[in-house]
């Protein structure tokens, strides 16, 4: 059974920094394409940041440079370094897996975390 579960959300002030982690079980980030998504209120999920398989990292145009993906394949754990944090980065945060980075990068992992809430004060 695959798991994925996210952690290191919370509330900080703009400016700060967070790296939220994806344990993952039941497949291997070092083999899976995953990614990270983000969900505002009453928005669709959208892509922030995705890595291949072989380890290549793709990110959302408007989110490079203060977003770095990254994973531990010994910990088999994913992480998101977000850096710089605004107000507007408040929302629900997920992880996302696949076979494929298409999917990943389509939004349509086969499988999802159930979230980290992020939330940013000005």
């Known amino acids: 059974q695959v798991q994925l579960v996210e952690s290191g959300g919370g509330l900080v002030q703009a400016g700060e920094s967070l790296r939220l982690s994806c344990a993952a079980s039941?497949?291997?980030?070092?083999?899976?394409?995953m990614g990270w998504y983000r969900q505002f209120p009453r928005k669709q999920r959208e892509s922030v940041a995705a890595?291949?398989?072989?380890?290549?990292?793709l990110y959302a145009p408007s989110e490079k440079g203060r977003f770095t993906i990254s994973r531990d394949n010994t910990k088999n754990t994913l992480y998101l370094q977000i850096n710089s944090l605004k107000p507007e980065d408040t929302a629900v945060y997920f992880c996302?897996?696949?076979?494929?980075?298409?999917?990943?990068?389509?939004?349509?992992?086969?499988?999802w975390g159930l979230g980290t809430q992020v939330t940013v004060s000005s």
């Open positions: 890595i291949t398989g072989g380890g290549d990292t």
């Open positions: 039941g497949i291997s980030v070092s083999s899976s394409a």
């Open positions: 996302g897996a696949d076979p494929t980075i298409e999917s990943v990068l389509n939004g349509n992992p086969w499988y």
